[in-house]
Structure formats: C-alpha cells, structure tokens
C-alpha cells in the first residue's frame, strides 16, 4: 500500500519548494498554480542496503510515497473555485503535511499582509471544519426522519452526529476528539476532513533550521496545547541539498546547517509513525523490496500487498527478522541459528521482518 499524502498551506507557505525536494520534481514556484502537482518518492531506508550485503540482488526497490501537492488556499480573497477544489483535493488523502510559513522574505510578501503562522493554520482549520460540518448536518437531516418513523437503533447515532458538530462549532477538529466507539460508527461512512491525521512543517530560513525562530515557537506552543508538535525544516535548503548529486557534498552541506541528515527524510518517518505504519522485507537475488502495512497486520494480508494471489493461496509465512539477518550474516546463518521462523495465518507482522510466503494458486 502506498500513502497517498497531501501538501497543503497557504500561497507563498513554500509547500511547493517541499514538495520539489521530495520528489525531485521542479514544480513552479514563482506564479501561483490552480493544478496540483504530483509525485511519487522512495520512502529513505538504509536497512535496504544493510540487507544486500548478505543477499546480493540485482536492484533494490524502497517503498514509495504519493504525494500531491495541493495548491494553496487564497485566504480572504472570497475564491469559491479555489477552497472547493482545495477541499476536494484534501478529500482525496490519507494524511496532510501543512507547510506553515515561518519565515520573512519582502520579495515573497504574505497574501495577508504579516507572517502570522497561528492565524494561518487556523484559517486552513476553519475552513476544513465548515465543510464536515455541512456533511454532518446532512446526514443529521436524514437520520432525523428514520428515528422520528420509529428506528430506534439509529438514534444513538443521531446524538453522537449531534455532539460531534456541537465540537466542529466550537473549533474542535474530529482528530482532536477522543471519540467513542459509536461515534466513530456514526461518521465512518462521512470520510471527514478534520479527521485526517495532520503533520505539520514550520518552514523557517535556513538560519533558523537548527534552533527555530519566534514564528516557529510561537506555532509550537499553539500546536502543544492541542496535544499536536510540528517538524521544524527549511524547505529551501533542502531543495538546494536535493540538487546536489554527491552524497559526501550532501552531507557537508547538512553538517554546516547543524543537521545530521535531512530534514526530509524525518518527515516521512513521522508521516509513517503518524499513520502507524511499518515495514516489510523481501529478500532475493532478484530484487529486496520494501513493502508498506498497517502495525497489526496478518501475515496472509501483507501478502496480499504483494500480490493478491498470495493472500487467497497463502499456506505460510516463512520469517526472518532484519537485526538476525544482518547480525548472524544472511538466511543460511539464520536457519543454522534457529532464526527461520514458520508462522501461520495468525502471525502479526513486525516492522523489519523478512517474509518469504509460501502459497497454492
């Protein structure tokens, strides 16, 4: 499974400068842009390269990232085009990195004046909150009509709807809430906005990178108080390092911005902690390749990630775990050291595991 994530922030936030040193694709930063831009990029993953010093392979394939880069949303301009086709974008993702601008720069003024990243975050917030608000109130209306003819089972429903948009008026997102389980029941069919997990960047110049700046902090402590952090990168250095082709000059370029890799790379691990996902090996002279799965998922339904084929003809799992596979020296070593672990339908993979499936057509 891949992620398919989103990029959202205001215009002039520098998500697009994010989004063109992730993926490697040089989007247009200069003018403003209606139509997202698009990318998929290799999740950084270093155990691929320990594995293949034991398993010699002919390419090594990492997970991947759908990443969408949304155009901004023109606060105050009265853009009705804009915020519905930034509403249907956002629809459309697992999980949001919004890009709050932390940073002056007079040659890129502020489409409202005056950094103000709190204003900025909430202004994004409100207007997703408005929009589960009107899904909400709809169902209401039509579970109004069922519990008044009698249903009775709909009812609990109708009062969890009714409390959660109570929350969504008082400027409470859904992924804030402590929900029950009916009332997760009552908005799993509503794909809600507010609901979607939200990792968000504070943007600084690349002399803040290290230690942030007052637009950063300020941005912390808003976000702490919603039991929420964010993760403080410096889009433009990381587009300049991504320019570079050497990884030694990659490096030096890092170690003289105080970091030691970059910031990139973080983000996506705290995008695959945020969504609790782990990964999967497999390991052959053909190729390793990492997969992507939920925390808690079934050995038959990792190998459907593989192929679908997998999962309907699965018999079992053959296992290895990534530190005995580079600790003990490669599969011969692990099965002379009771390493090699034959595990059923039950078996709940691990992150870093080595799966070898065995399965009838």
């Known amino acids: 499974m891949a992620l398919h994530c989103g990029i959202i922030g205001i215009k002039g936030s520098g998500k697009t400068t994010l989004f063109n040193s992730l993926s490697g694709i040089k989007a247009e930063t200069s003018k403003y ?3 997202a831009n698009i990318g998929i990029i290799k ?3 270093n155990r691929l390269y320990e594995l293949e010093k034991f398993q010699k392979t002919e390419k090594i394939v990492h997970a991947t990232v759908n990443l969408v880069d949304i155009p901004g949303l023109l606060t105050g301009t009265g853009s009705t085009d804009n915020t519905q086709k930034f509403l249907n974008d956002v629809r459309n993702c697992d999980a949001l990195i919004h890009v709050v601008r932390c940073f002056d720069n007079p040659l890129n003024p502020h489409p409202n004046g005056s950094v103000n990243p709190i204003r900025d975050v909430e202004n994004i917030e409100i207007e ?3 929009r589960d608000i009107e899904s909400i109130e709809k169902k209401i209306q039509r579970l109004e009509k069922h519990v008044k003819g009698g249903n009775k089972e709909l009812k609990a429903h109708l009062d969890a709807l009714i409390h959660i948009k109570s929350q969504l008026e ?5 992924r804030n809430l402590n929900l029950k389980d009916i009332e997760r029941e009552a908005i799993a069919d509503l794909f809600l906005l507010t609901a979607k997990p939200v990792l968000y960047v504070a943007n600084v110049d690349s002399n803040s990178v290290a230690n942030g700046n007052n637009y950063s902090k300020s941005l912390s402590e808003y976000l702490k108080s919603r039991n929420e952090s964010c993760l403080l990168i410096a889009a433009e250095l990381e ?5 570079l082709e050497s990884i030694e000059d990659r490096m030096m370029f890092l170690a003289d911005a105080g970091l030691n890799e970059p910031g990139v790379n973080r983000l996506l691990q705290m995008a695959y902690k945020m969504l609790n996902l782990i990964t999967f090996f497999t390991v052959g002279p053909k190729e390793i390749k990492a997969w992507t799965i939920r925390e808690g998922t079934k050995a038959p339904q990792a190998a459907g990630v593989i192929h679908s084929d997998l999962e309907k ?5 053959e296992v290895m775990k990534y530190n005995d596979f580079v600790t003990l020296g490669g599969e011969h070593a692990c099965k002379e050291k009771g390493k090699f672990y034959i595990e059923g339908k039950n078996y709940v993979v691990q992150d870093g595991d080595i799966l070898h499936i065995r399965f009838n057509v």
Not at 239 to 243: D, L, N, R, V
Not at 313 to 317: E, L, S, T, V
Request: without cysteine.
């Open 313 to 317: 003809g699965f018999i079992r799992a």
């Open 128 to 130: 997703l909150q408005a």
């Open 170 to 174: 008082n400027f409470v997102s859904i």
């Open 33 to 35: 842009s209606e139509k």
């Open 43 to 45: 999740v950084p993953d």
């Open 239 to 243: 587009a300049e390092i991504a320019e």
